[in-house]
Structures are given as structure tokens and as C-alpha cells.
């Protein structure tokens, strides 16, 4: 007859039951392959169907009424490759077959995937009941629905102010092949309320300062280059990284006009009697390419993810195809490799002033910043210009391995000029 079980032999016997619990939980929940294969990033075509449904949806801003949004293959296709380059190493996928949207996002987690996979069908008010599937585990529609509530709840804890998702899509109607939507676009911005977990949320207070004060001395003491007034806004800030974010903020306000606040949560309402028409900077000569520095330092800041550095190849694809630049109509259209030398530069100071690691040295470096320490003046030989076909023929698309390899030369610049 065999003894019974002691309390040690019992306890391993629960400690064994439990962990093997959870490996089977998280076989269940993840995979060894993504469900979303590896995307090429967005085309030129991709980026302008974007940008013409961003046109389309901002209207509502402006009437208060919502509008309506179709999204067929092309669109989806743009969005999907959009998502997945500028939230990289994340994959998400949307497509309509059979009258079924499928929405797919695969995230890595060690050496594992989580896939998620949503699935709706029909017309709704507001979004439609998705069907929502973790792994191979099915969730039931309470927990869908408690899902989404958990991650409104997350964005407004970073200091979003984005209402809840009803609101924005107003009814969904889902046809053989697209899905069209009413949706009303929140005041504020997008991007701010995408930003990664553990980046700050903006200062608007101290945004507002910095503008103010940036604004008060302009009119004293008129400087017309980006790196005199970066000084500015450096000293006028804590050195800290929420004190460097909201300089660079201010100073994006200060260079693109208080109308592009949106972009960084719309912080203009702290700006108040201080908000003035955009002041004409100069980076190595130009305006546009102070602009560009001044946007994606600010972007960078505020997303503190791969979006900003996706902004600057998306803008530059728009270009390709347009007879006026986004930024600056009057200067060269078509992809320009020193506006995105500008980009690189903005993003990489930016990531320096807020690790609190390295801004120390940087801010003390950039407190007598002149123009070849934001972009180089062996940036300006750089390919300007190039249309779409030209781009194609030389570089393939921004994960070509040729284009690749161009970028890789132009951070190696960046680094040679001291920016990081």
C-alpha cells in the first residue's frame, strides 16, 4: 500500500499542474509563424489613395457632419502596407472577400507571434460585432467588446483625447468587396494618439512657454535660421526629456504655424495671444528642408515609434508624383534624398534630447548648434528631384535592398557631422 501524499509532493503536483496550464495557454495563443506574411512597404499609388482618403475624411472637420469613406482592394492594400511599415516589426492586414471584412495584426512576442484575426460582415451602427480570434483560441463577443473598451481607456491614460470609436465611425456597411463608412473625424491628432507605450504624453503647458517665448524674442532679436532658433527653444526649456519634447514641439509650431498643432495632439490652445503667422527658417539655405527637420523632430517626440521616420519616405513618395512639393510649393517637387537626410537628422536628435542617457551631451552640443550640425553640407549633393519612375529605376522602394543601402550611407553622414 502506497503512503499518501505529503504536502511537498502535493504543492510540486499543483506547481506542475499550473505551469503546464499556462505553456498550453500560450500555445494556444501564439504561433510559431505570423499570420500576416511579410508586406513590401507603401507605393507612391499606396500613399496618395491614402492621402486622397485622409483629404476625404477631414472634410467632416470642417461641416461636422460625418462622411462617407469607401475602401476597396486598392485601399485596404494602402492601408495595411501603411500599418505595418510604420508600426514595425508589427503586420496588420484588412481585406473584404465574400462579403467578410478580415482584419489581421501579427505582433512578435520572444520567439513566438500573436496573431489576432477579426471578422465582420453586414451593415451596423457604429463598428460592427467583430467575431475575434487570439491564436487558435476564440473570444467570446463580451470580451471582444471589453477588449476594445481596455484599449480606449489606454490611449486616454497616455493623455489622448480620443472619443470613443462610435463616435468617430458612425455605421459600417460591409459589400461583397469594400466596406463603406460614415465616419467624423475628431478634432486633434491621430498620431498623438498612437504614440508607443512609455512615451510621455506633451507638456502643453510648457509647449506653450516655449512658443511664447520663442515668439516674444523673434520680434526683439529676428533670426532667420533653424539652429538660432533650436538654441532658443533649448534654453528656454528644462533639460529633461519632457522639457526637450515640448521645445521641439514649439519649435515645429514656431516654423509650421500654429494650424499644424493638430499633428502633435492639438496643443494650440495654450499658444493663445502668442500665435502668430509661421516664421520663414532656413536650414544650409532652404525652408523646406528647416521644415522638415523642425516636423519630424516633433513627430518623433510625439509618436516615438518608426512613424516619423515612415512620414518622411511617405512624403517624399507623394512628392514623386506631384507638381508641387507638400511642404514647400515653390521649391523642387519629386523624391528628394536630402530632404530625407533633413528627416533622419530631426528624427536622430530628436531620440538623443529625450534618452536621458545621452541628451545631457546633446543639449549642451546643440546649445551652439550652427547648420552643419543639423544637416551636413555634404547632404546637399545628395539625388533632389526624382519622379516616380526615376526613384523605381535607381532604388526599386524603400525596402529595395538598394535603397537600403542608400539610407544606411546617409545615417553613416549624419554620424561623420556629429549628429549621432
Keep these: ?220 532679436e529676428p533670426a532667420p535660421l533653424l539652429a538660432q532658433q533650436l538654441r532658443r527653444a533649448l534654453a528656454a526649456s528644462q533639460p529633461s526629456p519632457e522639457g526637450h519634447s515640448a521645445a521641439l514641439i514649439a519649435l515645429a509650431l514656431f516654423s509650421l504655424g500654429p494650424e499644424a498643432a493638430e499633428l502633435f495632439g492639438g496643443v494650440d490652445g495654450t499658444i493663445g495671444t502668442c500665435a502668430a503667422r509661421p516664421v520663414t527658417l532656413t536650414l544650409q539655405g532652404r525652408a523646406d528642408w528647416a521644415k522638415h527637420w523642425a516636423l519630424s523632430a516633433a513627430l518623433e517626440t510625439t509618436t516615438g515609434s518608426s512613424i516619423s521616420a515612415a512620414i518622411g519616405e511617405w512624403k517624399e513618395l507623394a512628392d514623386s508624383l506631384e507638381s508641387d512639393p507638400l511642404l514647400a510649393p515653390k521649391d523642387p517637387s519629386g523624391f528628394s534624398f536630402v530632404d530625407l537626410a533633413s528627416d533622419r537628422s530631426g528624427i536622430k536628435i530628436a531620440r538623443r534630447l529625450t534618452d536621458p542617457e545621452r541628451m545631457a551631451d546633446t543639449r549642451a552640443a546643440l546649445l551652439g548648434a550652427q547648420d552643419e550640425d543639423l544637416l551636413p553640407a555634404a547632404a546637399l549633393a545628395l539625388s533632389d528631384g526624382l519622379t516616380d519612375a526615376q526613384f523605381a529605376a535607381r532604388y526599386g522602394a524603400t525596402d529595395d535592398p538598394r535603397y537600403e543601402r542608400k539610407v544606411a550611407s546617409i545615417d553613416a553622414m549624419l554620424r561623420r557631422g556629429g549628429i549621432d
Design 1 to 220: 500500500m502506497s503512503a499518501p501524499p505529503t504536502r511537498g509532493h502535493r504543492w510540486r503536483l499543483a506547481l506542475a499542474l499550473i505551469v503546464g496550464g499556462v505553456l498550453a495557454l500560450a500555445l494556444l495563443l501564439t504561433s510559431s509563424e505570423p499570420a500576416v506574411p511579410d508586406s513590401r512597404h507603401a507605393t507612391a499609388e499606396q500613399v496618395a489613395a491614402a492621402r486622397a482618403l485622409v483629404n476625404q475624411a477631414r472634410q467632416s472637420r470642417a461641416t461636422g457632419e460625418p462622411v462617407e469613406l469607401t475602401l476597396a482592394e486598392a485601399e485596404l492594400a494602402a492601408t495595411s502596407a501603411m500599418v505595418t511599415q510604420g508600426f514595425a516589426p508589427n503586420r496588420f492586414d484588412a481585406r473584404v472577400e465574400d462579403g467578410v471584412l478580415t482584419l489581421t495584426g501579427s505582433r512578435p512576442m520572444l520567439f513566438r507571434w500573436i496573431n489576432i484575426r477579426a471578422q465582420a460582415s453586414g451593415a451596423s451602427e457604429g463598428l460592427p460585432t467583430f467575431a475575434v480570434k487570439i491564436g487558435a483560441l476564440p473570444l467570446p463577443d463580451w470580451f471582444s467588446q471589453w477588449g476594445l473598451a481596455l484599449i480606449q481607456r489606454r490611449m486616454a491614460a497616455q493623455g489622448g483625447t480620443l472619443p470613443p470609436i462610435d463616435t468617430i465611425v458612425r455605421s459600417m456597411r460591409i459589400g461583397p468587396d469594400s466596406v463603406t463608412a460614415r465616419v467624423l473625424m475628431p478634432q486633434g491628432s491621430l498620431l498623438a494618439h498612437a504614440r508607443t507605450t512609455g512615451v510621455p504624453a506633451v507638456d502643453e503647458d510648457m509647449v506653450g512657454t516655449i512658443y511664447c517665448a520663442l515668439a516674444q524674442r523673434q520680434r526683439g
